[in-house]
């Protein structure tokens, strides 16, 4: 083939690529339209609102060995304040020394108010047993901050090495794919497939990200708290799995959440 059939080969193959962009384009603006009007018509009948009545039941039920209820549990904004306090978490709290998420901050209350066996509620499988009544209570306290802003404190020293921590847990890169949390959320304008893969190094808006756990995953028919959500990145990322309420997964909880700070919570939202 001479240099002028060559080029006039590759000419038209240009050509034909180009026209075949906007077909491309439109046909996978299309598809994205398609699942955005499906999440929003799954919406309007969001299957968490069950999780939230049983949450809030759970909350106020006495249990356990010493027969008592969650009603006095502390979660940062005095005991047995609800609204307001799932935006300002991951926090420190003074009587455990440590910086908690909603989830081991319940498990700390579990202990303390109701004493249940915390170890047992790690070693319990998601959605089972306790474990499935933790993400009820979960699911119920971030309902009451509904459309709040996340503010989390970062005052404490602890809150600080929290955040330092989990921005290079976000970013470290290991296991047999060399994967780290960043690899699918460290830019703008990601996406696997038709999945955005929002920007989580930066605050994503409202209700994007760590703004929208607790969420039902239409899926597997489960709601996912944000510690089961973590702790199903790690196995995308074919990471050994994080212990349950664990500093690692807090850390990275506050990273999160810092980075989210002035956007709004639709917890409990509804995902694929």
Not at 54 to 62: A, F, P, V
Not at 76 to 92: D, E, I, M, W
Not at 121 to 130: L, R, V
């Amino acid at each position: 083939m001479n240099k002028k059939v060559r080029l006039a080969a590759a000419v038209g193959a240009v050509a034909l690529a180009g026209a075949m962009l906007p077909s491309a384009y439109a046909q996978k603006s299309a598809a994205v339209q398609s699942i955005e009007e499906y999440r929003a018509m799954l919406a309007d009948g969001n299957p968490s609102e069950l999780f939230e009545a049983k949450g809030e039941d759970l909350w106020k039920q006495k249990r356990g060995p010493k027969n008592a209820s969650l009603e006095k549990c502390d979660l940062g904004q005095g005991p047995g304040v609800v609204k307001g306090a799932f935006v300002t978490l991951p926090r420190y709290f003074a009587d455990t020394n440590r910086v908690q998420d909603l989830e081991s901050r319940l498990l700390t209350c579990m202990d303390t108010l109701q004493g249940l066996d915390t170890k047992a509620i790690i070693a319990t499988p998601f959605g089972k047993g306790e474990k499935a009544n933790m993400t009820a209570l979960a699911t119920w306290i971030a309902a009451e901050s509904r459309d709040m802003k996340f503010d989390l404190p970062q005052s404490h020293p602890r809150e600080k090495i929290a955040y330092e921590v989990g921005k290079r847990l976000f970013f470290e890169r290991a296991g047999p794919h060399d994967f780290s949390c960043a690899s699918c959320h460290g830019g703008d304008n990601w996406r696997i497939r038709l999945q955005d893969l929002p920007n989580l190094t930066k605050n994503p808006g409202d209700g994007v990200g760590f703004a929208a756990w607790p969420a039902y995953r239409v899926s597997d028919g489960q709601m996912w708290s944000m510690q089961q959500r973590l702790n199903d990145c790690y196995r995308q990322q074919r990471f050994p799995e994080p212990g349950y309420a664990s500093d690692v997964t807090i850390a990275l909880a506050t990273y999160l959440g810092v980075n989210s700070q002035g956007s709004k919570s639709v917890a409990p939202a509804i995902k694929r």
